[in-house]
């Protein structure tokens, strides 16, 4: 038996593959906007740009999936299917911050104890702020 798979099928039991490196993907129309944005959000640094992409990675070497900023031409007009969750100590503290960035604050949620501030960035991609 060999050691590779067809893809949709299990690996076999004796493979272990490498985990996926993790990035995240915003659309946007105007990539400086959002990519300015999202560098001060997460604390991160703009590293490069690539034809429509701009790069960003955490500051100072600490370690954290990257995110790219992709460049589009059409606005975001549904709800996201998936979003970025950010948790931090105090997230009225985090809302107002990120407010004065240029995010809206939309909601809130919760579930049993847990509860959440729902925001969206300056181009209405959605996101969540909890607590650590």
């Known amino acids: 038996m060999t050691a590779t798979y067809i893809a949709g099928m299990s690996e076999p039991a004796d493979a272990s593959p ?43 070497g600490r370690p954290g999936p990257m995110f790219l900023v992709q460049g589009v031409s059409e606005p975001k007009v549904a709800k996201n299917r998936m979003h970025v969750d950010l948790h931090v100590d105090d997230p009225d503290a985090e809302a107002a911050r990120l407010v004065g ?3 809206e604050r939309r909601g809130s949620g ?18 969540d702020i909890g607590r650590r």
């Open 18 to 60: 490498s985990p996926p490196d993790l990035l995240f993907v915003i659309d946007a129309v105007d990539t400086d906007l959002l990519a300015d944005f999202w560098a001060a959000a997460l604390g991160y640094r703009r590293a490069d740009s690539v034809e429509q992409y701009e790069i960003l990675l955490p500051a100072d």
């Open 101 to 103: 960035l240029g995010a």
């Open 110 to 127: 919760s579930l049993g104890e847990i509860s959440w501030i729902v925001m969206a960035d300056p181009e209405g991609n959605e996101f």
